[in-house]
């Protein structure tokens, strides 16, 4: 793997410019006169990157295990595959695996022994005849774990990081990107892409596309938002999510899938990123930056795409931390937000997840912003631009409120997924309505018959409620299977006054109506 460099030499000067500790194990000279080699008996460039990823592994283990090339015995080797098997994404220690990377180590011993850099050039070798038998793997199974002969060898194993490593991150990400592009963009997904579209760009009348320099960079935007952060009408599920499943689990036969599989470990990290919104405290001196969860106060360290000169000041961060919190997707937003701005602005999402907190009173703010994505991306963007909102100043009389528990083989549940679905309302929608419903049927005495008419009355509740849909009276009788506009009025009436509801009522209201709180 590349990683878009022009020659593998580039990749070594970013190595140990990133961290010059790794000189301690191996000196750059070292390295850089081993690949010269290589290339010098006819390696081409592709076996030359991955010779320098089996340097770099090789190198990774040794700061792990915290101890030095020459010392390595034909165990340690055993121990270094181990590792690498679980603690590194693109090695896998199967045959063909190991006795490449076997081979590369070989020829850097014999390398550095003619330099007079080690004293012993045969630890490579004697693990190679270990491991190798028969022209089969032995003493280590494909995870990196040991085989029963052989599970005493996990007492001394080095320890495992908390995290797997990716070597070649930038130029995997690139291309599970563009797989999941090809995938979303299949019809099937027409109506996903084109309400996703509407909430990120027609709400506010595209005055974030209008921010962004090039067509390009707006297209990523959107699709950092939607693969990350929009939920699916039919599933309420992320697409990241929704595709993981698609295509990684053993049953899956979609087209996708030996490709999803393969990258399965960087799918798996990518489906626990969340948005945040944070600001920079200082930068590391192995080029990292210290940082602070603007809503949480939560402090962590980040790898970030930022010049150490950009002036930061008043700056707020918006982007998608991911890999152990170590790590953020390239595209983050950088706004400039004044101190007294930045305090109206807390006090808004703090309002907005109170408000929120009602129907979910778990939530934390991590919670409240997977569930409401868009009102932060929104919000922020419009203090930015220093547009003067009005406080959230809303109050409700459900202060402790308890969902009812549902009966989902209620008739009147069952009908409400029925006239709802076919106008293409969310999975998310749907939910609050049928919960709804059945903190009506816990407070109501009655004997519920003409279930259609019931179900008609709570959507009509719920419209009304979130105020975000502009149906009249007569479109929302006609979608619940054209009951008659008298009755519609009558039923919605009695539950509207059985559970109090409220103009955005707290226990029912949706992404889209808080966004339109905030906004009005």
């Known amino acids: 793997m590349n990683n878009g460099k022009d020659n593998v030499y580039d990749l070594v000067e970013d190595f140990y410019a990133h961290d010059e500790g790794w000189n301690t194990l191996l000196r750059q000279e070292y390295a850089e006169g081993f690949l010269r080699m290589e290339a010098w008996k006819g390696k081409k460039n592709s076996d030359l990157y991955r010779s320098w990823d089996n340097v ?134 027409r109506l996903d892409l084109d309400r996703a579209a509407f909430l990120y760009y027609g709400i506010l009348m595209g005055y974030e596309d209008e921010k962004k320099a090039n067509l390009e960079e707006t297209s990523e935007c959107f699709w950092d938002y939607f693969l990350f952060d929009y939920h699916l009408l039919r599933s309420d599920k992320r697409p990241l999510e929704f595709f993981y499943e698609r295509t990684c689990l053993p049953e899956s036969n979609e087209y996708d899938a030996v490709f999803a599989k393969r990258n399965r470990d960087v799918l798996e990290e990518l489906c626990k990123a969340r948005l945040a919104v944070f600001k920079v405290d200082s930068y590391t001196d192995d080029g990292a930056f210290e940082c602070t969860d603007w809503l949480s106060g939560e402090k962590y360290t980040l790898s970030l795409p930022l010049e150490e000169s950009a002036d930061l000041n008043d700056a707020i961060l918006l982007g998608h931390i991911f890999y152990n919190e170590s790590m953020i997707m390239n595209y983050v937003s950088c706004l400039k937000i004044g101190k007294v701005a930045q305090k109206r602005l807390f006090n808004t999402l703090q309002a907005c997840k109170e408000w929120y907190s009602i129907q979910d009173p778990t939530a934390g703010w991590e919670t409240f912003i997977a569930r409401n994505p868009m009102l932060l991306r929104h919000m922020v963007f419009l203090y930015s631009a220093f547009v003067n909102l009005n406080n959230f100043n809303y109050e409700t009389a459900h202060k402790n409120y308890l969902p009812a528990e549902i009966d989902y083989n209620d008739r009147v549940i069952l009908r409400i997924r029925q006239m709802m679905e076919p106008y293409h309302f969310s999975e998310r929608d749907i939910k609050l309505v049928i919960q709804l419903w059945a903190d009506f049927k816990a407070k109501s005495c009655r004997d519920i018959r003409m279930p259609n008419l ?27 299977q054209n009951v008659p506009l008298d009755v519609l009025q009558r039923m919605s009436k009695e539950i509207w006054v059985t559970l109090g509801i409220e103009k955005h009522d707290p226990r029912y209201i949706n992404e889209e109506g808080i966004l339109l709180m905030a906004l009005s």
């Open 56 to 189: 770099t592994m090789l190198c990774l283990y040794l700061g792990s295990a915290e101890t030095f090339l020459g010392d390595m015995n034909a165990d340690d080797f055993v121990d270094c595959i181990a590792w690498c098997g679980r603690n590194i994404s693109e090695f896998t220690p199967d045959y063909e695996g190991t006795r490449f990377f076997l081979e590369t180590c070989d020829s850097l011993f014999k390398y550095l022994k003619g330099k007079n850099a080690i004293s012993d050039a045969s630890a490579p070798g004697a693990a190679a005849v270990l491991l190798l038998q028969g022209e089969k793997m032995n003493i280590v199974l494909p995870d990196g774990h040991f085989d029963d002969a052989n599970s005493a060898r996990a007492w001394d194993a080095t320890p495992d990081i908390p995290a797997k490593i990716f070597l070649n991150i930038g130029e995997r990400l690139q291309e599970l990107l563009e797989v999941l592009h090809r995938f979303f963009e299949r019809e099937y997904f």
């Open 454 to 480: 019931w179900a008609a009355g709570a959507i009509f509740n719920f419209i009304k409620a979130n105020g975000v849909y502009n149906y009249k009276d007569e479109k929302i009788a006609e979608l619940c």
